[in-house]
Every structure is written in structure tokens, then in C-alpha cells.
């Protein structure tokens, strides 16, 4: 789920790896600056587009701001900052398993004085992450049936037997239907039906054609 506050979090501690020893204010700045200290906000982002009927993307924008002590430094620390997300490409999500903001650009300012002497720069960091939608539960297939088709003749062996038809409770077994025996009202061949003779579709259920 999106969590703004995760997302900035997350972007700390990228950062992190490589400026260990600046302080981080996370979602706002300081009234007093001062030099090593950098200032992580969101800075907004684009209405969510819907991609599939199963999921949406999120565009977010993120402001970094770096105060140094002067131009060179500001440009030395959010350089580094800078090869982070060109080599890494995404960020993973905090406390979000398997979840990644995936960098679009990542843009610098010039270097600037701010009207208490340290000097400042800008970085946006654009990213993107995509949303899956919540979908309906449905029951699960409870029971399912099967038949047995031939050419000829349409039963299950529980129908041959006379436990699954119309008929029920007529104790025809598979033994009196090879013996000849007569089937369900019908007479069958005078010697009897055999196993291959059945699956090949010859008529077991009606009366004997010459």
C-alpha cells in the first residue's frame, strides 16, 4: 500500500550508504541552517494512471536539499547522492518485502548561498511504483463430475452397475452384463458383452441388431 512516509524513509536510508555522517530532517527543514545537514520532502507527484484491471501506477516527486559548508562541498556530497541512483535504479520499500520505488531522473541545482552563509543545493527525484488493486474472492469448485462417451452409447460405470441411473437399485453388476443377462429392460447378446467390446461403442444397452 502507499505509504509517504515509508517512501522518504526508505530514500534516508539509501542515502545513507553513501553520506553516513550528514544529518537527515525528514519532511520539513530546519528554521536555522547549517552546514552537513540534508532535508528529504515529497514534494508531490501525478494522479494515479491505471494500467491493467489489475493494477495502477503511482508517479512521486521527492526534494533533497543538501546544505554545505560551501559550493564545492554541496557539489562533492550530492554527487555522490547523484551516481547512487544511477547505478542502483530502484529503492526498496521499507518493511515492504519485494517492493521497490524504481527511479525515473534524478536533476541537481546549482549550488547556492542561503542568507545564513552555508551554501545549499537542490536534487528532485522522480520515481514511480505500481499499486495492485483489491479483487473479489470467489468460491472454490466444490464438486465436479465426470461421463464416459462412446459412438453408441452414453453411461458412466456407475450406470452400468445400476447405481447412478434412472433405475436405481435394478443390482445389475458387470458380471451378469458379460454373462448376457438382460440390462435395464433390454435384451442383451446371447453370449454375453466382453470389456473391449463395450469400450469399442458396440451396442450393450439395446436390443440386439441382426
Known amino acids: 500500500m502507499a505509504d ?5 524513509q526508505s530514500i534516508r536510508e539509501v542515502v545513507g550508504h553513501v553520506l553516513p555522517d550528514v544529518k537527515y530532517n525528514l519532511m520539513h527543514m530546519p528554521a536555522e541552517y547549517k552546514a552537513d545537514t540534508m532535508s528529504i520532502e515529497y514534494a508531490g507527484g501525478k494522479p494515479a ?42 529503492i526498496p520499500l521499507k518493511n515492504v518485502e519485494g517492493r521497490y520505488l524504481r527511479i525515473d531522473s534524478f536533476s541537481l541545482s546549482r549550488p547556492f548561498k542561503t542568507e545564513s552563509g552555508v551554501y ?40 452400468l452397475e445400476g447405481t447412478a441411473t434412472e433405475f436405481e437399485g435394478d443390482e445389475y453388476t458387470f458380471e451378469k452384463l458379460e454373462n448376457g443377462e438382460t440390462v435395464l429392460g433390454e435384451t442383451a447378446a446371447p453370449n454375453g458383452f466382453t470389456w473391449s467390446e463395450i469400450e469399442s461403442g458396440k451396442i450393450a444397452l439395446t436390443k440386439e441388431e441382426e
Open 120 to 159: 545549499a543545493i537542490i536534487g528532485m527525484l522522480s520515481a514511480h511504483f505500481r499499486e495492485a488493486r483489491s479483487q473479489s474472492i470467489y468460491p472454490k469448485i466444490g464438486k465436479v463430475e465426470t461421463r464416459t462417451y462412446t459412438d453408441k452409447i452414453v453411461i458412466s460405470w456407475a450406470g
Open 49 to 90: 494512471e491505471s494500467e491493467t484491471g489489475y493494477h495502477y501506477r503511482i508517479d512521486r516527486l521527492y526534494q533533497i536539499i543538501y546544505l554545505g559548508k560551501n559550493a564545492l562541498d554541496c557539489v562533492e556530497k550530492m554527487g555522490k547522492v547523484e551516481r547512487l541512483f544511477n547505478n542502483e535504479m530502484v
Open 4 to 8: 509517504i512516509k515509508n517512501e522518504v
